[in-house]
Nanobody, 115 residues
């Protein structure tokens, strides 16, 4: 099993920055990909960014050039640096960990971009 705990959400003005953190515990060596998803009210959950154990990254078109997913060491924790935030980035952000035959989710952290 893998447990994921997110932190770093909050209220920020348009153009501001936030850094989200996802700390994984448990069987972390079985994780192949970690990612950040978000879900805005009335919308489906969507992929924001993902990073593999090899360091390959993938971003949604809407966040390219503004968001960066990275980690300090091989696995843990994983961060999402969000710059130039826009009101449309407002959502609950979820951390996700994927391995062979499993997918775990964190509890989510609220990000609100508003003046």
């Amino acid at each position: 099993q893998v447990q994921l705990v997110e932190s770093g959400g909050g209220l920020v003005q348009p153009g501001g920055s936030l850094r989200l953190s996802c700390a994984a515990s448990g069987n972390i060596f079985s994780i192949n990909v970690m990612g950040w998803y978000r879900q805005a009210p009335g919308k489906e959950r969507e992929l924001v960014a993902a990073i593999t154990t090899g360091g390959s990254t993938n971003y949604a078109d809407s966040v390219k050039g503004r968001f960066t997913i990275f980690r300090d060491n091989a696995k843990n924790p994983v961060y999402l640096q969000m710059n130039s935030l826009k009101p449309e980035d407002t959502a609950v952000y979820y951390c996700n960990a994927v391995g062979f035959r499993f997918s775990y989710w964190g509890q989510g952290t609220q990000v609100t971009v508003s003046s």
